[in-house]
């Protein structure tokens, strides 16, 4: 990088080179995982020295929660209160997977970091571990919502189902990832949660409990 | 190490010595992913130098290779024609499931590697692609034996129901790994199968098709 680049790219506003290192970043851990991907890579590809990144970051482990705090609106755990209830949260989780088939970007990053933090020290495994008690914690009431509607049998688990319809995502994603091709994920997830829950799911858009739901 | 310890270290057979190498790095692949494993902390590990341990294995892509070459014998693809039939297969997933709630190191080696394996380059993508497709083929035949003996409904989906259940066990696995103490993957994995093909599986060590099945 010349001297006059570096000096273009030094104008531009804290908060826009902010959002473009932590892209970058994002980029980089989806691409080598947290522990292989280096400062000096992610700061290269940025076009800063080290130093610089670290004005923003104060290290690679602050990156990853960075990046790790950039939610993308249309993730379910950011729904809040406006969240769809009962079977529409399940139709909601069908629609999810067919938006992560064009954000390959992201669920590349959440199945290699999801899995290394399994490892030694990992700086995430606690923001994993919370991250699936939340997002188990929305299923197992979804399904309860919709159980006391009537909408799904009364001898479901709602506890097991709700872990198992996380975990068919997750592994779908690994399959789809690996062999983009053959893997339908959208297709799978909703035949899972319509066997898992013996019903089929409201049409798009449906809210739960409604006529013909 | 002193120059002692070392001159006995090297009196042990070759076949033993490659034995534990492999049973160290398989242990470090999954404590660390293989990225970020080095060939000096295996090396020292093992009390061996790195021109050591590269004389049994020529790199440290040679040793993961030797590490997933390394195969349970109780493990599903290497039960040959001697694997069970139909719903019997199943069964057998779910007791496969079981026996892993028994060998973590197995289990995080794999979940750490299979994801880590969609990462830029990484030496084992092929072989993570190979065996789940391997994999899926011998779930779809069992379900394919199940369908045609009557065992699972004509209208069960067996490549997409396959996936589900792969990416089941899959994904209970890394919650598994994350919260041990909350997960029971044993009965997750059969609430899981008995709900996508309709049908309780046979106990344990009945043939598929037979009396009560």
């Given at each position: 990088?010349?001297?006059?680049?570096?000096?273009?790219?030094?104008?531009?506003?804290?908060?826009?080179?902010?959002?473009?290192?932590?892209?970058?970043?994002?980029?980089?851990?989806?691409?080598?995982?947290?522990?292989?991907?280096?400062?000096?890579?992610?700061?290269?590809?940025?076009?800063?020295?080290?130093?610089?990144?670290?004005?923003?970051?104060?290290?690679?482990?602050?990156?990853?929660?960075?990046?790790?705090?950039?939610?993308?609106?249309?993730?379910?755990?950011?729904?809040?209160?406006?969240?769809?209830?009962?079977?529409?949260?399940?139709r909601?989780?069908?629609?999810?997977?067919?938006?992560?088939?064009?954000?390959?970007?992201?669920?590349?990053?959440?199945?290699?970091?999801?899995?290394?933090?399994?490892?030694?020290?990992?700086?995430?495994?606690?923001?994993?571990?919370?991250?699936?008690?939340?997002?188990?914690?929305?299923?197992?009431?979804?399904?309860?919502?919709?159980?006391?509607?009537?909408?799904?049998?009364?001898?479901?688990?709602?506890?097991?189902?709700?872990?198992?319809?996380?975990?068919?995502?997750?592994?779908?994603?690994?399959?789809?990832?690996?062999?983009?091709?053959?893997?339908?994920?959208?297709?799978?997830?909703?035949?899972?949660?319509?066997?898992?829950?013996?019903?089929d799911l409201p049409?798009?858009?449906?809210?739960?409990?409604?006529?013909?739901?």
């Amino acid at each position: 990088m010349t001297r006059e680049a570096g000096a273009t790219r030094t104008r531009r506003p804290p908060a826009e080179r902010r959002a473009e290192i932590l892209r970058i970043a994002m980029e980089t851990f989806a691409e080598r995982g947290y522990q292989s991907a280096s400062l000096a890579e992610i700061s290269a590809r940025v076009g800063l020295t080290q130093a610089g990144v670290l004005h923003y970051f104060s290290s690679k482990a602050g990156l990853l929660t960075g990046v790790l705090d950039l939610r993308d609106s249309s993730d379910i755990e950011e729904l809040g209160s406006e969240r769809p209830h009962g079977l529409a949260f399940l139709r909601h989780l069908v629609e999810t997977t067919r938006r992560n088939t064009e954000r390959e970007g992201i669920v590349r990053l959440y199945t290699v970091l999801a899995a290394e933090s399994v490892t030694a020290e990992h700086p995430a495994q606690e923001y994993f571990r919370d991250r699936y008690q939340g997002l188990l914690a929305l299923v197992v009431e979804a399904l309860e919502e919709a159980r006391s509607l009537g909408e799904v049998a009364d001898d479901v688990d709602t506890a097991t189902t709700a872990r198992v319809i996380v975990a068919t995502m997750d592994g779908l994603q690994l399959q789809w990832l690996l062999d983009p091709g053959s893997v339908d994920m959208t297709r799978a997830t909703e035949l899972a949660i319509v066997r898992l829950i013996g019903r089929d799911l409201p049409p798009v858009g449906q809210t739960s409990g409604g006529p013909g739901a």
